[in-house]
């Protein structure tokens, strides 16, 4: 979406009699006056119409994902995590994970960006993918087929096997969102999945969409349906979705620059359980510390601590997570080179 800038020029300074100021190279006899000059009706409707343009409501995934980003991320075990960037379209890392509870794995990656500038900073394509010590690859390709089209396949295969591929198109309007994924499509045994989002802006501030899920495979077939409901103010973002799956509902607050606050209500007709989560993300630029926490109504209590070693490309994490109920304790510790 671009934005529009008007430029004005200074208006010049009242005459003493108190009249319109004539025209460039016009002579006004004493005691009369030019008359006001209105922009043609078609410039002006032109400008209405700009202002009040709706914004893009951006994707369907992403209604929650602002009050989700407060939250910590669950860690166990010790990760090393190493970023090489080879030039300006490719880079790698490694990551190996020891873990007390599962097996230690190590995985390598690899990242190419494409010279296909859509943006500032949007280049296409984009082909993510990692391996793991066993053989297991995850693959990602994303392109912008068109200014407004944006497409992307997705690859997973487990060892030898593959388990999971997809490809999902989105069109991007002026105020609305349109999503549709296909996944594990099987011609021959009658199976897949079939996902469609949309997400129309009604106001600046307030977006409605609705999610269809249609899951076929021999002997059962059925259909979910979502709503979704976001409205965004100056400094916070409260979403609703609600289906025959359950409910979820989320509030995010901005407080001020350094403190953000998030809220999440979670509902499963299916489990028939319910929770309530609350996080915090506490932010000290000045010391280079990012601090989240979070608790929710079943007694867990987690937190993440992350401390940047400027001006090394060093960055330390410590996650902390507590189950009171099941008496259970996790910590983890990682490292971040690159």
């Given amino acids: 979406m671009g934005s529009v800038l008007a430029a004005s020029s200074p208006n010049p300074p009242p005459p003493s009699s108190g009249s319109a100021a004539p025209s460039p190279g016009l002579t006004v006899p004493p005691g009369f006056g030019m008359p006001p000059v209105l922009p043609p009706t078609g410039e002006a409707s032109g400008q209405e119409e700009a ?15 602002k009050c989700k980003e407060v939250f ?17 379209h490719f880079q790698v890392n490694h990551t190996v994970l020891l873990s007390t509870t599962g097996d230690s794995t190590y995985r ?8 296909k500038q859509m943006g500032p900073a949007e280049f296409f394509p984009v082909m993510v993918g990692d391996m793991d010590n066993s053989g297991s690859l995850n693959a990602q390709i994303i392109h912008q087929v068109a200014s407004r089209v944006r497409s992307k396949l997705a690859f997973q295969t487990q060892q030898n096997k593959f388990v999971n591929w997809q490809g999902d198109a989105e069109i991007k ?5 349109a999503t549709i994924t296909l996944g594990n499509p099987d011609v021959l045994v009658g199976s897949g999945i079939v996902v469609t989002h949309y997400l129309q802006s009604i106001t600046p501030a307030l977006a409605l969409g609705g999610e269809l899920v249609y899951h076929r495979r021999p002997g059962e077939e059925g259909t979910v349906v979502s709503l979704v409901g976001r409205y965004t103010g100056s400094n916070y973002i409260a979403t609703l979705t609600l289906g025959s799956a359950g409910a979820h509902a989320s509030y995010y607050h901005k407080a001020n620059e350094q403190l953000q606050l ?14 309530v989560s609350f996080g915090y993300q506490l932010d000290v630029p000045k010391a280079n510390l990012l601090f989240k926490g979070s608790v929710d109504s079943n007694w867990v209590v987690g937190a993440t601590l992350e401390k940047k070693l400027l001006p ?14 099941k008496n259970k304790f996790q910590c983890g510790f990682g490292v971040t080179i690159g």
């Fill in 72 to 88: 910590p991320m669950q860690m166990e075990g010790v990760r090393l995590f190493v970023n090489k960037g080879l030039s300006n």
């Fill in 51 to 65: 202002d009040s343009s709706l914004p893009n409501p951006g994707g369907f995934d992403e209604c929650h994902r």
């Fill in 262 to 275: 998030g809220v999440e209500y979670e509902a499963s007709t299916r489990m028939q359980d319910t929770s």
């Fill in 108 to 115: 390598f990656g690899a990242t190419y960006v494409g010279t």
């Fill in 173 to 177: 309007g002026e105020d609305f969102t």
């Fill in 312 to 325: 090394l490309p060093l960055s330390l994490v410590l996650c902390t997570f507590l189950n009171h109920q």
